[in-house]
């Protein structure tokens, strides 16, 4: 059974930081692409940020320069550094697999973890 269990959400203040984790099993972890995606009450999901097996990197403009995403694929975990965190990066935070956009190329959803950035 694929399972994803994102972690490392919280309470924040504008400007902080917060390191997100996803760890997964029931797929092999280094074959998979992987992502992180958010979404705010009220907004659509919103890609974040992707990783690939290669290691090449994706992030969305809004969070480019802020956020970091990497992999350890000997604990399969990926993780989303945060810093200089902003108000409107509250939202709740998803890791998947596959590496595609919140409606297509995506799978094995976790039950998110919600992260709160206060002025």
């Known amino acids: 059974e694929v399972q994803l269990v994102e972690s490392g959400g919280g309470s924040v203040q504008a400007g902080g930081s917060l390191r997100l984790s996803c760890t997964a099993s029931?797929?092999?972890?280094?074959?998979?692409?992987m992502g992180w995606y958010r979404q705010a009450p009220g907004n659509e999901c919103e890609l974040v940020s992707t990783?690939?097996?290669?290691?090449?990197?994706y992030y969305a403009d809004s969070v480019k320069g802020r956020f970091t995403i990497s992999q350890d694929n000997a604990k399969n975990t990926v993780y989303l550094q945060m810093n200089s965190l902003k108000p409107e990066d509250t939202a709740v935070y998803y890791c998947?697999?596959?590496?595609?956009?919140?409606?297509?190329?995506?799978w094995g959803w976790g039950q998110g973890t919600q992260v709160t950035v206060s002025s």
């Open positions: 990783i690939s097996r290669d290691g090449s990197t």
């Open positions: 029931g797929f092999t972890f280094d074959d998979s692409d």
């Open positions: 998947a697999a596959g590496g595609g956009d919140c409606y297509s190329g995506s």
